[in-house]
């Protein structure tokens, strides 16, 4: 396996100390999508938010500070990148106002239509079966809640087979049922934003 393949392992599922260096940069380089995100004014304070791909919570801590009389629940397939999150948001955690769990997006270990909103920051790409993951995140977000997924248009060109344009994703999730898609570019940057509301 070659050192790009590894790489690209570490971020779909990061492990050892190189998922912790992975998670790590993550948290940093994602900085500038996670402001132009808040930005958008998505979320709503007093919302119950699931966060698919947690990583290494970065994104955890600022959806509980825009969230304060909220829950922010996060879920990633790596047991690395929950205790990053959980270490991250230690006194949310203690506190109980931000939930990890170490789960996939293809079996969301949560009752129909329990989130307000759901995010999906860089991870929408590496899902393990993209047309039936919309379909559990469907299930799991209330009627006129909110999927936001943010994301690099280049990395879904390069790590996706199918979906790789913005026109293709509104595509699946109007076909998935959503009522409503809309997507905002910042081109200058190549950075995307779709809103899905159910």
């Known amino acids: 396996m070659s050192l790009l393949q590894r790489l690209i392992e570490q971020a779909k599922t990061p492990n050892g100390w190189i998922g912790s260096w992975m998670l790590r940069i993550m948290n940093i380089t ?3 999508m996670n402001a132009w995100f808040i930005r958008q004014g998505a979320i709503n304070d007093g919302d119950r938010v699931l966060d698919i791909g947690c990583g290494g919570g970065k994104t955890l801590q600022i959806l509980s500070k825009l969230n304060s009389n909220g829950i922010i629940y996060g879920i990633d397939i790596s047991s690395q990148a929950v205790k990053e999150s ?14 990890v769990k170490e789960a996939s997006v293809s079996s969301i270990p949560y009752e129909d239509q329990f989130f307000d909103a759901i995010t999906a920051f860089q991870t929408h790409y590496f899902w393990p079966s993209l047309e039936q993951d919309v379909t559990e995140v469907w299930r799991v977000l209330k009627s006129g809640g909110k999927l936001i997924i943010i994301a690099e248009l280049y990395k879904m060109n390069y790590h996706m087979e199918a979906y790789q344009t913005p026109a293709t994703m509104k595509e699946l999730l109007e076909r998935t049922g959503f009522q409503t898609v809309y997507v905002t570019e910042k081109s200058s940057k190549g950075w995307l934003c779709i809103t899905a509301i159910k």
């Open 30 to 32: 994602h900085r500038g």
């Open 86 to 99: 959980i270490k991250m948001n230690e006194v949310q955690v203690k506190n109980g106002t931000v939930i």
